[in-house]
């Protein structure tokens, strides 16, 4: 009877690692049947991908894939179509590409609306929100906003900026060790910033990221990555925070700072 019990036990204790070893197999397939397909979407429709040199864009797909299997996609409104799944994580894999953890483990569901809808009390439509349900995005709002790729306006990034956050310090669960610890030197340097943009001085960021200081992070998120150059430009100290916390330059051809040791 206990060994039994033990058996069960130890089942249950292997069964994540199982199923993620077979989830990463099927990738090792799919990667192989369809990356031309896929490197070409994503080209099409991700300028930071298309700016990856070959080894970058390898590692890129390949992370996209395995969050693409580990998310379960919810439809609301629209036809499923390959595109969406592909395109949303790499979303969230271009923001978290320098980082060691990039799974944002916590959020198990992605809800993909067709258009901006009403949430909560609040009068004013959304095109994307993150509450512990999940992660929910328009996908008209989505497209157009990659598809513009140098307004500073991208409701992808911003969501998987608030997701990142939520993973690291609400929830803890996805957290990555690196930008758990240096979240704080980001926070010295973007607070004063923070702080003087709520007395109304302007700058390369969106007022939006007025708002309040989660509101800054992910404005912060959006222009760090659309407007790279001005934002370097003009908030030099804020811009090297942001690179040190993600471990990436998007400035620079390879974007990772420092690589992870090979295992
Ligand atoms: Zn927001």
Redesign the pocket.
């Known amino acids: 009877m206990i060994g039994l019990i033990l058996f069960g036990l130890a089942v249950a204790r292997l069964t994540p690692f199982v199923w993620v070893w077979a989830k990463k197999k099927k990738i090792v397939r799919v990667y192989e049947e369809k990356h031309r397909d896929f490197e070409a979407l994503l080209c099409r429709h991700n300028p930071y991908f298309k700016s990856l040199a070959k080894a970058g864009r390898e590692r890129f797909l390949r992370r996209s894939l395995l969050f693409m299997e580990l998310k379960k996609f919810e439809y609301i409104d629209l036809e499923p179509d390959e595109i969406m799944p592909l395109l949303i994580s790499a979303a969230a894999v271009q923001l978290t590409f320098g980082l060691e953890n990039f799974l944002l483990d916590y959020f198990h569901t992605i809800y993909i609306l067709k258009d901006k809808y009403r949430y909560g009390v609040y009068n004013m439509p959304f095109e994307?929100?993150v509450s512990e349900e999940g992660i929910y995005l328009s996908w008209n709002h989505f497209v157009r906003e990659y598809t513009d790729y140098s307004d500073g306006q991208n409701v992808g990034l911003?969501?998987m900026?608030?997701a990142l956050t939520y993973v690291n310090f609400t929830v803890q669960n996805g957290r990555d060790n690196a930008f758990y610890h240096h979240f704080n030197d980001f926070s010295l340097v973007a607070r004063p910033i923070f702080e003087r943009m709520q007395t109304g001085e302007t700058n390369v960021l969106d007022s939006y990221a007025a708002t309040n200081y989660?509101?800054f992070w992910?404005?912060c998120i959006e222009t760090f990555f659309e407007r790279s150059n001005s934002f370097r430009r003009q908030l030099p100290e804020l811009y090297f925070a942001l690179c040190s916390l993600l471990n990436q330059d998007p400035l620079t051809p390879e974007k990772i700072l420092i690589s992870e040791p090979q295992a």
């Open positions: 994307g929100h911003h969501e900026a608030h989660q509101e992910a404005v």
